[in-house]
């Protein structure tokens, strides 16, 4: 299973912490999106399809050169891509630093290098892709904030990757 299995740790997500440099919930609906990978597309999906303010979740291959990835192509752990979930949410509803503190305290193990659970690969990387400058902050400020918690008692190997070309994963 993709999915780090936080049962065996004495480890709860309210142990994490919010993100002190979040913003505010915005004051009329709209639509933002932003890009994780925490190992089996799937299963990080599946965390956040449920979310109050989660409009939309799509899999799919985001971090390598290829245009046309494919699973059977990105499984051989030679395209450089990772397996991703890109979240459509309406930040008047929750925040993208919301979105972080659910993906460290729930989706992966942060604590894991190109793997999650029994996936292994480059492509079950966890990372973060970023569009743009503010995204790039939350991530880079959130990663310090929750080793400084020390809710992991590990490293926390999670990437900051600039969101390249995002391809659909199969259905």
């Not at 049962?7 to 919930?25: A, C, G, M, V």
């Not at 989706?107 to 290098?113: C, E, I, K, L, R």
Request: hydrophobic share 35%.
């Amino acid at each position: 299973m993709g999915l780090f299995d936080r049962s065996s740790l004495t480890i709860k997500p309210s142990e994490f912490p919010d993100p002190t440099h979040d913003e505010k919930l915005a004051e009329a609906p709209g639509k933002a999106l932003a890009v994780l990978a925490g190992g089996c597309f799937w299963c990080v999906e599946a965390v956040y399809r449920e979310l109050t303010g989660v409009l939309d979740v799509v899999s799919g291959y985001s971090g390598g050169d290829e245009s046309d990835a494919d699973y059977q192509k990105v499984c051989t752990g030679t395209t450089d891509h990772a397996e991703v979930i890109q979240i459509a949410y309406d930040p008047s509803q929750t925040t993208f630093g919301q979105l972080l503190k659910i993906f460290f305290a729930v989706a992966h193990d942060p604590t894991q290098v190109n793997r999650q659970g029994n996936d292994r690969g480059t492509q079950y990387r966890a990372a973060m892709f970023y569009a743009d400058g503010q995204q790039r902050d939350s991530d880079e400020q959130y990663i310090p904030q929750s080793e400084a918690a020390n809710v992991c008692n590990e490293r926390n190997a999670t990437r900051l990757e600039t969101l390249g070309e995002l391809g659909e994963a199969e259905v």
